[in-house]
Nanobody
Framework: QVQLVESGGGLVQTGGSLRLSCQAS????????MGWYRQAPGKQRELVAR???????NYADSVKGRFTISRDNTNSTVYLQMNSLKPEDTAVYYC????????????????WGQGTQVTVSS
């Protein structure tokens, strides 16, 4: 199986920055997409950003120009640099990846991290 461990959340003031990290480990055959979702209280989980193995990226409109996703394929780690944070960015941020596990290489599955809280105070 594949495990994802996130770090880097916390409390920051409006306009501040945070950097989230997420490292995948376990019986990984390969991963294609890694990325971040977030869920605010009372709202549905939404995609924040995603990045492919080749480096292609997609962002939610609400974070374009403020957030940057990057990836270290050697260390199976994805990062989310968040700048100019706003109170509406407050949410639990979940890392995910689409991966094939050893012993199950015909099937890509989605794996999730445990989530990390980001709180932006006004």
């Amino acid at each position: 199986q594949v495990q994802l461990v996130e770090s880097g959340g916390g409390l920051v003031q409006t306009g501040g920055s945070l950097r989230l990290s997420c490292q995948a480990s376990g019986s990984i055959f390969d991963m294609n997409v890694m990325g971040w979702y977030r869920q605010a209280p009372g709202k549905q989980r939404e995609l924040v950003a995603r990045i492919t193995t080749g480096g292609s990226t997609n962002y939610a409109d609400s974070v374009k120009g403020r957030f940057t996703i990057s990836r270290d394929n050697t260390n199976s780690t994805v990062y989310l640099q968040m700048n100019s944070l706003k109170p509406e960015d407050t949410a639990v941020y979940y890392c995910y990846c689409n991966a094939r596990a050893l012993g199950e290489i015909k099937t890509y599955r989605t794996y999730w991290g445990q989530g990390t809280q980001v709180t932006v105070s006004s």
